[in-house]
């Protein structure tokens, strides 16, 4: 599970979303046109499918959303080194969680493949440490603490797909090392035995990589 | 407000690979600060990426047909309850909405003019956050760092060699810094702090202390 030599960020997973989508008509709206509405489109079939679930307790768009991402988190729970098992079980709860919490899912603030993964995120935390992760927001229905402001209102339309663009613009050592050490929570030491690098060479394409991932996300 | 975390801790605070004692202090952080909490959504939203384009693994036959039957049970959905504090805060001071799920213990004395309570009650105590609360003027006591020292102005302000911190500003001190920062003259100071680490007091009323806080 730990073979990182597969991953890449090349998108093979878009026969996948198109498959997907040819079954889901329900939200489809007549095409504006142009490339950025279609791609955004895709993106956010997901968040349909979220709030189909919210809205309408929707069994079938919770079925494609499962179809799409328990596999994937399965796999990313595996990535950080739990076993099958836990990963299936957790995967799952994963996805429960999903559909009990839809409701407080807002598409204006966050794309569907951000709020699962923190969902994911928390479900993981709780299960290691005894107490719970403080980062909750994007569940929290009434938090005014995180009203967005209006600048913050506009992340997301455009900076989830900057964010996108962003990433790939990496080179693939670069994210190779994010990967490891933020979400795969791999310590620099076992970074630098998986790479065969020094460790020093580890840190420094680890803050370099983060440095320009901000950079190309850009300050505002 | 100028002083705040590094992306690179930023980041692991999205990924949640932060461990939990400084979790809840930068938590406490992105509460006061919309820029901070700006990069903590764009980095959640690297990692939806990074779980859409996940390597799939198969899940068993059966996993959609088990989750579906388990839909219709209502959940009891845990609700938070709001944390036993013991601590008076003084008026005016609103602590951050992340703190309000944690219990906070009594004060009690650090050294002349400072007082500290406990944050919480999960974790080995070393990491556990804790409040310290100065009269103006004085110095929070002298310690260098086996770890790095996370400390969130909540009221008043801080002053060290390297600058002035106010209400909101995250100070991020690292083992290689002598810090002794001392609360601003006209006011008492609040502070959440935190070592990732263990914390090594220097002075005689830390080696008396340190075996009472347990660090």
């Known amino acids: 599970m730990h073979d990182v030599s597969t991953f890449g960020f090349i998108d093979i997973h878009s026969t996948e979303r198109i498959l997907l989508r040819s079954k889901f008509n329900g939200c489809e709206q007549k095409a504006g046109a142009g490339r950025y509405v279609r791609r955004m489109k895709k993106i956010d079939e997901n968040s349909a499918r979220i709030v189909r679930i919210a809205q309408h307790a929707d069994k079938a768009a919770f079925a494609e959303l499962f179809s799409f991402y328990a596999p994937r988190i399965k796999g990313f729970f595996m990535r950080g080194g739990m076993a099958a098992g836990q990963a299936e079980e957790l995967a799952q709860e994963t996805m429960l969680t999903v559909w009990r919490k839809a409701a407080l899912f807002d598409p204006a603030k966050a794309a569907a493949s951000t709020w699962i993964f923190t969902v994911a995120r928390n479900l993981r935390i709780d299960l290691i440490r005894r107490e719970r992760y403080p980062a909750q927001h994007l569940l929290e229905e009434h938090d005014p603490e995180y009203e967005p402001t209006p600048s913050e209102g506009l992340l997301k339309a455009e900076s989830e797909e900057r964010i996108r663009t962003a990433i790939k613009a990496l080179s693939p050592e670069q994210i190779r090392v994010i990967h490891l050490h933020y979400f795969d929570d791999k310590p620099h030491s076992e970074i630098a035995e998986t790479l065969d690098l020094p460790l020093g060479t580890v840190k420094s394409r680890l803050r370099l990589a983060v440095q320009r991932l901000r950079s190309l996300i850009g300050e505002d | ?215």
């Open chain 2, 1 to 215: 407000m100028n002083n705040r975390p590094s992306d690179e801790i930023l980041m692991a605070f999205a990924s949640g690979t932060l461990s939990q004692g400084p979790a809840v202090v930068v938590a406490a952080h992105l509460a006061l600060c919309s820029e901070s909490r700006a990069r903590v959504r764009q980095y959640e939203a690297v990692g939806g990426f990074m779980l859409d384009d996940s390597p799939t693994v198969t899940m068993s036959a059966d996993s959609l047909e088990k989750v579906l039957g388990r839909l219709d049970i209502s959940s009891a959905a845990p609700v938070r309850d709001k944390g036993k504090w013991l601590a008076e805060m003084p008026d005016g001071l609103t602590l951050p909405d992340p703190l309000q799920h944690y219990d906070i213990g009594k004060w009690k004395f650090l050294a002349p003019g400072v007082q500290w309570s406990s944050v919480g009650k999960g974790g080995p105590s070393r990491s556990r956050p804790m409040l310290l609360r100065s009269k103006p003027g004085m110095v929070l006591p002298e310690h260098t760092h086996a770890g790095t020292e996370y400390t969130l102005v909540l009221k008043g302000s801080l002053h060290d060699e390297l600058g002035d911190y106010g209400v909101g500003d995250l100070i991020i001190a690292d083992a290689s810094l002598e810090h002794e920062p001392r609360a601003g003259p006209d006011e008492e100071c609040i502070c959440l702090a935190v070592v990732d680490g263990r914390l090594r007091m220097k002075s005689l009323i830390g080696r008396i202390v340190q075996p009472l806080m347990g660090f």
